[in-house]
T-cell receptor, first 117, second 113 residues
């Protein structure tokens, strides 16, 4: 399975500022996924990052608020822009492990715990 | 639309006792089914997965899960719980033909010494 390095692991940010989260994968992957986990909640997919094309956002999430970059097949960033306390969450990146055409389940980064004050 | 339900928000068991965490899904065909564990302050780790074949699947850390089509369930079990198993457990379903997974709301496990 892939190994993902995600950073920062946590941050405390002032409202109105932006934070960029980075994920580095140890192998080339077509799609990377960004999730949000709000306190006490399950995981919600923000967007899918495809190399060479714009990210695909889920309902309720927009590019202006969560711009994503995917410059190559091993790296992606998610920016949380113009932050408010409601953005306080854990943000996770993930990749789908695919073996011989069969989906093997996600590998997740260790997460970024964001607190907006 | 597919969905995943984990009926138990919190479960408390004594160390050494058996464990069963419930997961029910709604999906027309045979789904991809997963269990993940999230230890405090950590990301999620895949415990086990089911695609087809034998309905009883073995995972890491001594966990197993059984797929029951008639009940639309994929319950996670462990015969003897260790204190280090205290964590949050998420069931997830992946729809064939898409790249998306739907996660349940999680079950937080507490283990008493």
């Amino acid at each position: 399975s892939a190994v993902i390095s995600q950073k920062p692991s946590r941050d405390i940010c002032q409202r109105g500022t932006s934070l960029t989260i980075q994920c580095q994968v140890d192998s080339q992957v077509t799609m990377m996924f960004w999730y949000r986990q709000q306190p006490g909640q399950s995981l919600t997919l923000i967007a899918t990052a495809n190399q060479g094309s714009e990210a695909t956002y889920e309902s309720g999430f927009v590019i202006d608020k969560f711009p994503i970059s995917r410059p190559n097949l091993t790296f992606s960033t998610l920016t949380v822009s113009n932050m408010s306390p409601e953005d306080s969450s854990i943000y996770l990146c993930s990749v789908d492990n695919i073996f011989g055409g069969t989906r093997g389940g996600y590998t997740f980064g260790s997460g970024t715990r964001l607190t907006v004050v | 639309a597919q969905s995943v339900t984990q009926p138990d928000i919190h479960i408390t068991v004594s160390e050494g006792a058996s464990l069963e965490l419930r997961c029910n899904y709604s999906y027309g065909a045979t789904p991809y089914l997963f269990w993940y564990v999230q230890s405090p302050g950590q990301g999620l780790q895949l415990l086990l997965k089911y695609f087809s074949g034998d309905t009883l699947v073995q995972g890491i850390k001594g966990f197993e899960a059984e797929f029951k089509r008639s009940q639309s369930s994929f319950n996670l079990r462990k015969p003897s719980v260790h204190w280090s198993d205290a964590a949050e457990y998420f069931c997830a379903v992946g729809e064939g033909g898409t790249y998306k997974y739907i996660f349940g709301t999680g079950t937080r496990l507490k283990v008493l010494a």
